[in-house]
T-cell receptor, first 114, second 112 residues
Framework: GAGVSQTPSNKVTEKGKYVELRCDPISGHTALYWYRQSLGQGPEFLIYFQGTGAADDSGLPNDRFFAVRPEGSVSTLKIQRTERGDSAMYLC????????????FGPGTRLTVL | GQQLNQSPQSMFIQEGEDVSMNCTSSSIFNTWLWYKQDPGEGPVLLIALYKAGELTSNGRLTAQFGITRKDSFLNISASIPSDVGIYFCAGQPRPQGGKLIFGQGTELSVKP
């Protein structure tokens, strides 16, 4: 079946602008995760949803970052007043949350803030 | 916070050689996962380990979940050029659900 999809694949914006990044999880996966990956580093956790609610948002760096998952499927990561330091690869993953909880990643959105 | 130490940081090997990389932590993890990432793409799952002591193979790849639950290794046998990429270990602190903690990655280069 289809894997995790993310749109757009690339986003270039100017400092101070607002951006939205979208994630479509694997069908039927109840858990959805957002990670951020800087060049040369491993992914870092941002937020985790179980269904529609955020079960853990401890990784969000500040209040400019917000994510929603209103119907328990698609999720949107929203970044306000973007800064150059927000430039990174934003990765989404989903899992089925059963006996095992294996996270499968999407291709990512490369965000560049000029 | 919890951190994973992954080594080596990079490896340059000849095609056909075996490769070994590992991750250690000061904290216990309930799940260990190994991913491979190509440039500009998302991580692709290679092997998932769920029990301490578990040894699992996937083709030429073998990984083990350490008995102490604080470490894991990945071996690749008879490397080929398409093994090139960055390999990440990831640990999950909670038994079900929740964030992954990633290592810094091992960049593998294979010379034909």
């Amino acid at each position: 079946g289809a894997g995790v999809s993310q749109t757009p694949s690339n986003k270039v914006t100017e400092k101070g602008k607002y951006v939205e990044l979208r994630c479509d999880p694997i069908s039927g996966h109840t858990a959805l995760y957002w990670y951020r990956q800087s060049l040369g580093q491993g992914p870092e956790f941002l937020i985790y949803f179980q269904g529609t609610g955020a079960a853990d948002d401890s990784g969000l760096p500040n209040d400019r970052f917000f994510a929603v998952r209103p119907e328990g499927s698609v999720s949107t990561l929203k970044i306000q007043r973007t800064e150059r330091g927000d430039s990174a690869m934003y990765l989404c993953a989903s899992s089925a949350l059963g006996v095992t909880d294996t996270q499968y990643f999407g291709p990512g959105t490369r965000l560049t803030v000029l | 916070g919890q951190q994973l130490n992954q080594s080596p940081q990079s490896m340059f090997i000849q095609e056909g050689e075996d490769v070994s990389m590992n991750c250690t932590s000061s904290s216990i993890f309930n799940t260990w996962l190994w991913y491979k990432q190509d440039p500009g793409e998302g991580p692709v799952l290679l092997i998932a380990l769920y029990k301490a002591g578990e040894l699992t193979s996937n083709g030429r790849l073998t990984a083990q979940f350490g008995i102490t639950r604080k470490d894991s290794f990945l071996n690749i046998s008879a490397s080929i050029p398409s093994d090139v990429g960055i390999y990440f270990c990831a640990g999950q602190p909670r038994p079900q659900g929740g964030k992954l903690i990633f290592g810094q990655g091992t960049e593998l280069s294979v010379k034909p």
